[in-house]
């Protein structure tokens, strides 16, 4: 049974960084996209960035490009998500998921496997 697991959320000032990671128990299929979504307080969740598990494409939304960037250890089966400059409007639950998704990548109903997500709070 596949399980994703967050860790590296916390609390940081504005401009600051953080890296969250997001470990898979169980094979990830070369057919599979690995991304990262958020949930803020009140809102829909939303996507931030995907990986194509096969050959590495990663695409992102634009609220984050530039900023946040996802990449992966295959060998430790562990996705990453670095984020600088974090803004106080980047405070959410970050959530890992990953599946066989078609494009574009951040469609969240698209995703069969979930984390249990990582907080996330930017002070200004």
């Known amino acids: 049974q596949v399980q994703l697991v967050e860790s590296g959320g916390g609390l940081v000032q504005a401009g600051g960084s953080l890296r969250l990671s997001c470990g898979v128990s169980g094979h990830i299929f070369s057919t599979w996209t690995m991304s990262w979504f958020r949930q803020a307080p009140g809102k829909e969740r939303e996507f931030v960035a995907a990986l194509r598990w096969s050959g590495g494409s990663t695409y992102y939304a634009d609220s984050v490009k530039g900023r946040f960037t996802i990449s992966r250890d295959s060998a430790k089966n562990t996705v990453y998500l670095q984020m600088n400059s974090l803004k106080p409007e980047d405070t959410a639950v970050y959530y890992c998921?990953?599946?066989?998704?078609?494009?574009?990548?951040?469609?969240?109903?698209?995703?069969?496997?979930w984390g249990q997500g990582t907080q996330v709070t930017v002070s200004s």
């Open positions: 998921a990953g599946g066989t998704v078609g494009t574009p990548p951040s469609v969240a109903v698209d995703y069969i496997f």
